[in-house]
């Protein structure tokens, strides 16, 4: 079964709203996790590495006050796509990894975002 | 810096048949693990396989299986008796050894399966 659950799958909204995502890591507790973006037909681009209890290391390019993240707590971190537009219109990813490094990371089934 | 090159934009193979999806990378990395996904048109990421770089046989799950080359820095994931629901895009990943490393993608292989 599914070991991370990310929440909503899809979202359509109109332009000027914020939009939370969801990453919940749901038997074990991952003290850092990861959120991608993917375009049409390209890779996952990685946006930003949430670790608890600190702030987030967000990637060059990416607008840390566009793209709030939150790690609330050790299966749960949050991303806040504020004053959405329709470029920010993507497929958002989040995995998380369990403590052993040689184990993958683990992926949310994905937020497929429509900004209106 | 990691680097993950897949030469192969799309594939395509007869169902039954064994198909092979390459993967080159390029680290500093002393120690490092190498990974396969599955991307169905519906979005998720599904794990697939993994293998160390010191592991001494080559990773096998299942249908997959990783043709691991370290003299080459090649990767490759071989699928044998390609089934109808293999079709999706494949990505191969890297990450270094130790703690929360984040890991670098390839740019994905579509694979078609043919009846």
């Known amino acids: 079964g599914a070991v991370v659950s990310q929440h909503p799958s899809r979202v359509i909204c109109k332009s000027g709203t914020s939009v939370k995502i969801e990453c919940r890591s749901l038997?074990?507790?991952?003290?850092?996790m990861f959120w991608y973006r993917q375009f049409p037909k390209q890779s996952l681009m990685l946006m930003a590495t949430?670790?608890?209890?600190?702030?987030?290391?967000?990637e060059q390019g990416v607008e840390k006050d566009k793209f709030l993240i939150n790690h609330a707590s050790l299966t749960l971190s949050t991303l806040t796509v504020t004053s959405a537009h329709p470029e920010d219109s993507s497929f958002y990813i989040c995995?998380?990894?369990?403590?052993?490094?040689?184990?993958?990371?683990?992926f949310g089934d994905g937020t497929r975002l429509s900004i209106l | 810096a990691q680097k993950i090159t897949q030469t192969q934009p799309g594939m395509f193979v007869q169902e039954k048949e064994a198909v092979t999806l390459d993967c080159t990378y390029d680290?500093?990395?002393?120690?490092?693990?190498l990974f396969w996904y599955k991307q169905p048109s519906s979005g998720e990421m599904i794990f697939l396989i993994y293998?160390?770089?010191?592991?001494?046989q080559n990773a096998t799950e299942g249908r997959y299986s990783l043709n691991f080359q370290k003299a080459r820095k090649s990767a490759n994931l071989v699928i044998s008796a390609s089934q109808l629901g293999d079709s999706a895009m494949y990505f191969c990943?890297?990450?270094?050894?130790?703690?929360?490393?984040?890991?670098?993608f390839g740019t994905g292989t579509k694979l078609q399966v043919i009846p």
């Open positions: 680290t500093s990395d002393p120690s490092y693990g």
């Open positions: 038997d074990f507790q991952a003290t850092t």
């Open positions: 949430s670790n608890e209890g600190s702030k987030a290391t967000y």
């Open positions: 293998q160390g770089s010191y592991d001494q």
């Open positions: 995995s998380a990894r369990r403590t052993l490094s040689n184990q993958p990371q683990h």
């Open positions: 990943a890297m990450s270094p050894s130790g703690g929360y490393q984040k890991v670098t």
